[in-house]
């Protein structure tokens, strides 16, 4: 009884303490929030170099560098037109570099001169002739030239190659997201938010192309070209038809998933049927020949003995 009456005699004063006092602890909490918001934004809008000065050293020194000498040979050198120029821009944007083609050809024509000169110093220091030297310097130029095509070209190979392995699971992901009450555009970001790989870098470029004004049709249809991807081009082509027909986002998203499975599951059947003549080769190069040697050599040497 004593404990009961003590802890009723508590609970009525700290009701007594909060309500004379809470509301102005209150009132000295929010000035105090509102006085450290006001400094912060003080002190960013003051000091804005800071910003700046914080950004990694190739940001603020080397980037600007690079771009200028980049404009240098861009300026230099005369820009490509026409079909080159969209096929070297095509190439660029498979292998997800944003360059544009003058640039891309400023950087070769820089590396075809540092390979041209590191040539002429290899055969100056082994005192070669000139024409070996000469040879050297072409050797460096068409070296550099081949390593930077072939560099592009195989980093748009693997960055399609990993597309396709991830194309179902994002569909899937999509369609769950739809079928879960969210917009196309929505479920996009939700992608967008929760996976991460060339594919999804992608489809954010197209999700900010969608949110600044572009139609989806005009999106997607660029999403497709940009890529590369059969398959992703088959499914955005699905997916504007069925946005024009009205057809259900998540029935054309399913079938889409369910048949870019049925194709990959179809290359790899092909791919292993093919292995078994691919096999003969290296069968009959390199097993056979050891084959016949353990088995005929302990004859051949006993024949020849016998010769003797």
């Known amino acids: 009884m004593p404990f009961l009456i003590a802890f009723c005699i508590g609970v009525i004063l700290y009701g007594f303490i909060v309500s004379l006092f809470g509301p102005r602890a209150s009132r000295k909490d929010a000035v105090r929030n509102r006085l450290e918001k006001i400094g912060k934004d003080a002190e960013k809008s003051r000091l804005p170099e800071n910003e700046e000065l914080e950004k990694p050293f190739t940001e603020r020194v080397l980037k600007p560098v690079l771009q200028k000498i980049t404009q240098l040979f861009t300026n230099l050198v005369?820009?490509?037109?026409?079909?080159?120029?969209?096929?070297?821009?095509?190439?660029?944007?498979?292998?997800?570099?944003?360059?544009?083609?003058?640039?891309?050809t400023a950087i070769q024509m820089i590396l075809m001169i540092g390979?041209?000169?590191?040539?002429?110093?290899?055969?100056?220091?082994?005192?070669?002739?000139?024409?070996?030297?000469?040879?050297?310097?072409?050797?460096?130029?068409?070296?550099?030239?081949?390593?930077?095509?072939?560099?592009?070209?195989?980093?748009?190979?693997?960055?399609?190659?990993?597309?396709?392995k991830q194309l179902p699971d994002m569909l899937d992901l999509l369609s769950v997201s739809v079928a879960a009450g969210l917009g196309f555009e929505r479920a996009m970001l939700h992608i967008v938010e929760t996976m991460d790989g060339p594919l999804i870098d992608e489809f954010a470029v197209a999700y900010r192309e969608m949110s600044m004004g572009r139609s989806r049709k005009d999106a997607l249809t660029l999403l497709g070209e940009r890529c590369g991807v059969e398959e992703l081009s088959s499914v955005t082509g699905a997916i504007v038809q069925a946005g024009q027909l009205g057809i259900p986002m998540k029935n054309v998203l399913q079938s889409q998933a369910a048949a870019i499975r049925r194709g990959r599951r179809a290359k790899v059947q092909e791919k292993a049927a093919k292995v078994s003549t691919k096999i003969l080769l290296p069968m009959v190069g390199f097993i056979f020949p050891v084959l016949m040697i353990v088995l005929m050599g302990p004859s051949l040497i006993t024949i020849m003995e016998n010769f003797k």
Request: hydrophobic share 40%; charged share 20%; with cysteine.
């Open 78 to 104: 005369p820009s490509k037109k026409g079909t080159n120029k969209e096929k070297l821009q095509q190439m660029l944007n498979h292998a997800g570099w944003t360059l544009s083609p003058d640039e891309y």
């Open 115 to 164: 390979g041209g000169l590191l040539g002429v110093m290899l055969g100056v220091v082994q005192h070669a002739s000139f024409s070996d030297i000469l040879l050297y310097f072409f050797v460096g130029v068409f070296g550099a030239f081949a390593l930077l095509r072939y560099f592009c070209t195989s980093t748009g190979t693997r960055r399609k190659e990993k597309m396709e």
